[in-house]
């Protein structure tokens, strides 16, 4: 069995090797990311904005996610496959947390959640860990909140930012996450977080220093609409796609499309 499991994600922390980690929301991007070795594959809230039109990732249900997920799981073989919490589906408390992860492992088929805060989710963690569920933390900007954040900000500037930032993320390790996503955060400060941190840091917009990095697969494949200051385009699949949309619309209409070794004799 070659499954990326927790333990895995200490070994490599401990062996100063980087975790790669993609957003997927369905089978086809889950079985290419999966064939391209990415460790970790998460069913993120992000499926709202990115997929479903949403204009934010509030909206995001546990019902939606669920198929996402289990596409997502059926469609690997190695990387771990991580589902978040949605908005709404674990504040209400530790249990409600337990009842929402519990969904995504039996009905999905995750490996592990993720869900977003600090000290404020850490009895959350607590009891998810007990349970057996590994759960990956999501602290810095954190977009569930950004009603309440002011927008779209970079967290923990300054020497009061930059300490609740540690308090969080120690919280988290003590509670018992595998591993914490530090989202929008200066470079210095997430590097002294995954200095004080045995579990790794998996970083986005939040500098060279973290253990890992994970993007969201439309912002990195040049797939999505608008792309982030901290999202680096490895490809144009979005240029790519329309380009092959369109050769198939002209090849119809000026009917090269389908030639006979697309057509069926008699
Ligand atoms: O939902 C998501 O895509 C995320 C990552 C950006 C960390 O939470
Ligand atoms: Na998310």
Redesign the pocket.
Known sequence: NKRVRVHHLAAAKAAGERLTML?AYDAPTARIFDAAGIDML?V???IGDNMLALDS?IPVTVDELVPAVRAVARSTRRAMVVA?LPFGSYEAGPEQALASAVRMLKEGGAHAV?FEGGVRVAEHVRLLAGAGIPVVG?IGFT?QSENMLGGKRVQGRGDDGAERLCEDAVALQDAGAVAV?L?MVPAPVAARVSEILHIPTIG?GAGPHCDGQ?L?WLDMAGMGDWSPRFAKQFAQLGAALQQAASGYASEVRSGTFPAPQHSYES
């Open positions: 957003t998460l993120g809230d992000s990732t978040d993720k999501h977009p996503v989202e986005i994970v969201v």
